[in-house]
């Protein structure tokens, strides 16, 4: 057994002027010694280490360090092996073994590979070379040796020494089968949200329209048969109901304006690209902001919850852009690529950072890109902010259509 002696060190020397102090040249010493106990740990020249201290010298045996390392991967509720950068299991606890549903002796020594799918086996084996450098992550399906099929994430850190000659890997796997569940409970009930507030909108606007609307409508006939019915000399009369009608003129117009932004009747009956047109030509006239809309001339129809999502995605990016962006220029673009329908929203104004925009910092609850990014996903699409300061924003949202639904016609 080979020993290394560790002193620790004493109070710091001080230095007089001109002349050094007569404690360096023991310092020097005990930081050599030190050093030297180090480099010898780290090559394995030693398995014990004596560290003199105030109540003597204590002895610490590298072997009582590695039983405490093992007692504490052995309680861990996560797989923990090392690897060879071939991906041969040097070692493992039980708990991977009981995650792969083997006796631990027929896991260690055999390849990690078998607990993967064949299409995930490439994936692993890069991330393996990449991780002797680096370390990475990656989430997959482990598959047991009954064959069940267990959701993960493997996390890989290079354990070996810089300069050894056989790269040894670190590998701690977490069962994700909860956190999965948690997952898909909620992506579920925000998908359920978002078909009950579509719901919700779409009865209100109805209700905006046949009982307000009309009702503005009927008050509107009887304010012009009044009117009439004036006699010829009740001129201050008369101006007082003009002043009313264009008053409830500007109401309809409000009611329909507000039952329009809930749910355009034009998108059930008309579909997506008139509708888009109109909220195109709103916000232009609105902001005078101008808005080029690409892309498609005419367009089928798509599912009612495709057209739904779109529409609002750009509802949402135009809010954006007028509230934020001080754009000069909105492009928009709708178009088919292969079996996808894209809209792409670009703006030419001040752009943001995606990981760091200021709403985040600030803890605010924005929910603008969350609600389009979860409508995206409701159908099945993936949705990407582009954006830098300075640089503009795009916000593109991509979504896969059934072939059978495909008609678009190109410009
Ligand atoms: N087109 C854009 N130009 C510049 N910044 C933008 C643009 N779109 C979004 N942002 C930035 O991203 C942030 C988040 O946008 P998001 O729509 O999620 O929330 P919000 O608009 O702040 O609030 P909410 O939409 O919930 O009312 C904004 O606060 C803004 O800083
Ligand atoms: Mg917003």
Not at 24 to 41: K, V
Not at 358 to 380: D, F, W, Y
């Amino acid at each position: 057994m080979k020993t290394a002696r560790h002193q620790p060190s004493t109070r710091p020397a001080r230095a007089t002027a001109g002349r050094p102090p007569p404690e360096l040249a023991g310092l020097r010493a005990r930081l050599a010694d030190a050093e030297e106990t180090l480099r010898a740990i780290r090559t394995g020249e030693v398995d014990t280490v004596m560290v003199a201290g105030k109540a003597g010298s204590q002895v610490f045996t590298l072997n009582g360090a590695e039983h405490a390392y093992r007692v504490l991967i052995e309680s861990m509720n996560e797989g923990a092996l090392t690897l060879t950068a071939d991906a041969v299991i040097l070692y493992t606890n039980q708990c991977f073994a009981r995650m792969v549903q083997l006796p631990l002796q027929q896991v260690i020594s055999g390849s990690f590979c078998r607990f993967l799918s064949a299409a995930d086996q490439p994936a692993v084996q890069r991330l393996l070379k990449r991780a002797a450098k680096s370390g990475s992550k990656i989430r997959l399906l482990l598959r047991a040796g009954n064959g069940a099929q267990l959701p993960v994430l493997i996390s890989i850190r290079p354990l070996t020494t810089p300069g050894a000659r056989n790269a040894t890997l670190g590998m701690v796997v977490t069962d994700m089968t909860e956190a999965r569940r948690s997952e898909e409970r909620l992506r579920a009930l925000s998908h359920r949200l978002v078909d009950v507030q579509e719901t919700e909108r779409r009865r209100v606007a109805v209700e905006l329209h046949e009982n307000i609307s009309q009702l503005t409508y009927a008050i509107l006939m009887r304010c012009d048969t009044l009117a009439r019915k004036l006699p010829t000399g009740a001129h201050a009369s008369r101006a007082e109901l003009l002043k009313l009608r264009g008053l409830l003129d500007q109401a309809t117009e409000e009611v329909r304006r507000i039952a329009q932004d809930l749910r355009p009747s034009a998108l059930d009956d008309l579909g997506l690209l008139p509708v888009l047109r109109r909220a195109c030509e709103l916000f232009a006239q609105r902001t005078s902001v101008r808005v080029n809309l690409k892309g498609v001339r005419s367009i089928a129809r798509l599912p009612a919850a495709v057209e739904t999502a779109l529409y609002r995605i750009l509802q949402e990016t135009l809010r954006n852009v007028e509230e934020h962006a001080r754009a000069r220029h909105v492009t928009v673009c709708l178009r088919q690529l292969g079996h996808l329908v894209q809209l792409a929203v670009t703006d030419d104004g001040i752009g943001f950072d995606p990981n760091t925009h200021p709403a985040r910092q600030k803890g605010k609850g924005s929910l603008g890109l969350l609600g389009m990014r979860e409508r995206t996903t409701s159908v099945g699409g993936a949705l990407e902010v582009k954006s830098a300061p300075g640089r503009g924003t795009t916000i593109r949202a991509q979504i896969p259509l059934d072939p059978g639904t495909l008609a678009l016609a190109h410009s």
